[in-house]
């Protein structure tokens, strides 16, 4: 319709039909207007999958790659002086929820900031951070526990937190422990135990970067 109303409106304008190109100016800007109105979620949706298109792919890739490197280090120097963590990754299912309950961060994930956060005596240290869009969106987050009546009464707050959110969502938790200081994680209900670096670095690159 629209590519209509401009032909029509080039043969106004060639033959000097001015009141008439003024009246298919205005319909055409109105039907433009409308098309993107009517036609908003499809155009957003086309931009999401640009934004998961292999085209940009690699730059995500690298990016989240990035955050996963800063996650080890800081899990790794947390769990060899065992400090407790909690970090929670968001992936298809959104964590806003909670971020709204929490003290809002907004800033660049890097080892030092979690560093800092879960140092003893911080008074964000015993809630969760959660990451958002490859930045820690907030910390002091509470989740809910999980209820399930046959694990083990060994598991402290924080596995059962990470249990329970990983219940609820598809975010990927990790966890350091405070008397153990090994480091775990929790995807879809299920506790994956004692990773080593290298083990967990592996599992957040299949289960992050290569969701992205």
């Known amino acids: 319709v ?30 433009a207007f409308a098309l993107i109105v009517i036609f908003a979620p499809e155009m957003r949706r086309g931009l999401q999958r640009l934004a998961q298109s292999r085209l940009l792919s690699p ?35 959104g964590l806003s929820e909670y971020v709204e309950n929490a003290v809002k961060v907004d ?10 956060i879960f140092y003893p005596g911080s008074a964000l240290h015993d809630g969760a951070v959660i990451v958002q869009h490859d930045r820690v969106a907030a910390a002091g987050c509470l989740f809910p526990l ?9 598991l402290g707050t924080r596995h059962r937190a990470a249990l329970g959110i990983s219940e609820e ?9 405070e008397e153990t200081g090994r480091v775990s994680l929790c995807v879809e209900g299920k506790l994956i135990g004692q990773l080593t670096p290298d083990a967990l670095s592996q599992l957040l690159q299949e289960l992050y970067s290569d969701h992205r």
């Open 2 to 31: 629209v590519v209509g109303m401009v032909g029509f409106l080039y043969v106004a304008d060639l033959a000097g039909l001015i009141h008439i190109k003024e009246l298919l100016k205005w319909v055409t800007s109105g039907s």
């Open 59 to 93: 730059l995500l890739h690298e990016h989240s790659s990035a955050v996963i490197s800063e996650i080890i280090t800081a899990t790794t120097k947390l769990a060899k002086n065992r400090i407790g963590a909690l970090i929670a990754i968001e992936r298809d299912v």
């Open 107 to 116: 800033a660049q994930l890097t080892s030092e900031l979690l560093e800092t």
């Open 146 to 154: 999980t209820d399930d009546p046959t694990l083990t009464k060994s």
């Open 169 to 177: 969502t598809d975010a990927i938790v990790v966890i350091v422990s």
